[in-house]
T-cell receptor, first 113, second 110 residues
Framework: DAGITQSPRHKVTETGTPVTLRCHQT?????MYWYRQDPGHGLRLIHY???????DKGEVSDGYSVSRSKTEDFLLTLESATSSQTSVYFC????????????FGEGSRLTVL | LAKTTQPISMDSYEGQEVNITCSHN???????ITWYQQFPSQGPRFIIQ???TKVTNEVASLFIPADRKSSTLSLPRVSLSDTAVYYC???????????FGTGTRLKVLA
């Protein structure tokens, strides 16, 4: 399962507060991803990283920022959380190599009141 | 980016074979086709992957025609525990910017 750990797994916060979600991997894969999933919907890419300090936007990046200061950690920050950011957030890594399967973490459920 | 199109939902009965087709007309030469399964409150997990022709593993088969513009996931003799959402994902050559489609919600009935 590529040793992916997300934290926190659950968080309740208030509108306007900053929130940081952490994704940690133990296998030093190059590519890491943050997706959000809303009830009854598919996965939407927020941001992804292709190396330390190398990140790019996904489909729904507004309101989110990311950082990757070391290979194993990819942080997702909501600078000022809004109720529309209530969602389940999944981190994923891409296995290095041509085939490149994605492996997902267990998810972080965020509720913004 | 290769966009994928799948049926939104399917129903089946236990013991039947289920085939879910995914369309990916803009697939690039180097792209692999990967299928994922997602249960409620869990992250998607890898089921099977292929590049061309047919691939089979212990849980599924994947059929890819010569033009590679579509693929079909085949689940033999489904059970209630196969009720899940199935996603087809095409490798994003060069950018590795993986965009998921809507997925197919499979419901297996007793």
């Amino acid at each position: 399962d590529a040793g992916i750990t997300q934290s926190p797994r659950h968080k309740v916060t208030e509108t306007g507060t900053p929130v940081t979600l952490r994704c940690h991997q133990t296998e030093n894969h190059r590519y890491m991803y943050w997706y959000r999933q809303d009830p009854g919907h598919g996965l939407r890419l927020i941001h992804y990283s292709y190396g330390v300090k190398d990140t790019d936007k996904g489909e729904v990046s507004d309101g989110y920022s990311v950082s990757r200061s070391k290979t194993e950690d990819f942080l997702l920050t909501l600078e000022s959380a809004t109720s529309s950011q209530t969602s389940v957030y999944f981190c994923a890594i891409r296995r290095d190599g041509d085939t490149g399967e994605l492996f997902f973490g267990e998810g972080s459920r965020l509720t913004v009141l | 980016l290769a966009k994928t199109t799948q049926p939104i939902s399917m129903d089946s009965y236990e013991g039947q074979e289920v085939n879910i087709t995914c369309s990916h007309n803009n697939i690039a030469t180097n792209d692999y086709i990967t299928w994922y399964q997602q249960f409620p409150s869990q992250g998607p997990r890898f089921i099977i992957q292929g590049y061309k022709t047919k691939v089979t593993n212990e849980v599924a088969s994947l059929f890819i025609p010569a033009d590679r513009k579509s693929s079909t996931l085949s689940l033999p003799r489904v059970s209630l525990s196969d009720t899940a959402v199935y996603y087809c994902l095409v490798g994003a050559s060069g950018t590795y910017k993986y965009i998921f489609g809507t997925g197919t919600r499979l419901k297996v009935l007793a």
